[in-house]
């Protein structure tokens, strides 16, 4: 039971460090990519609906973005959406597509990616710990009602902290790895 619980706890933490790369891959770090759109939801007919299940989304030249929706009308909505998230580019739209330039990044616009940063790995920090607080309960549980020792709880915290200390350094390091990035002229 207590090995479940720890596997458990494990593919949780992990699934929080795989979001928190995907997030990561979401910040813009001067080259044009697809992802750079992935955070971004459009209100289309009073709905949240992600960007990428209404257009096409792809890198035609290393600073450049084109955007090229299934549906006309919702370039409107598309434009919109764009320019309201935190990615800081403004849309061009020529009635068929829209082209987002990506101009070269000033330090003053680094230096706040580099705060969103912190801001998504704080989240995912949160997560992490919230997995652990939800299976301490668990194993004091499981204590309470006398189906483990306090001998085997003990372990089973130590090992879950041990989880915990992995994920928040494996999220540490990719926040390190993302910030040099992005930090580099």
Known sequence: ????????????????????????????????????????????????????????????????????????????????????????????????????????????RRKDLVKVLHGIAEEGRIAVRNVRRDVMSDLRELKKEGEAGADDEHRAEEALQSLTDKAVGEIDSLLKGKEEEILEV
Not at 11 to 28: C, D, L, N, W, Y
Not at 34 to 54: A, E, G, K
Request: hydrophobic share 40%; no cysteine; aromatic share 4%.
């Open 1 to 108: 039971m207590i090995d479940d619980l720890l596997k458990d706890a494990e593919e949780r933490m992990a699934k929080s460090v795989e979001a928190v790369r995907g997030e990561f891959s979401s910040v813009r770090t001067g080259r044009a990519t697809p992802h750079l759109l992935d955070r971004i939801t459009v209100d289309y007919y009073d709905t949240s609906t992600p960007l990428d299940q209404l257009a096409n989304v792809s890198a035609t030249e290393a600073r450049l973005l084109v955007v090229t929706p299934y549906d006309k009308t919702a370039i409107p909505a598309i434009e919109k959406a764009i320019l309201e998230s935190d990615i800081g580019l403004t849309p061009n739209n020529d009635g068929n597509l829209i082209r987002l330039g990506i101009p070269e990044m000033t330090e003053e």
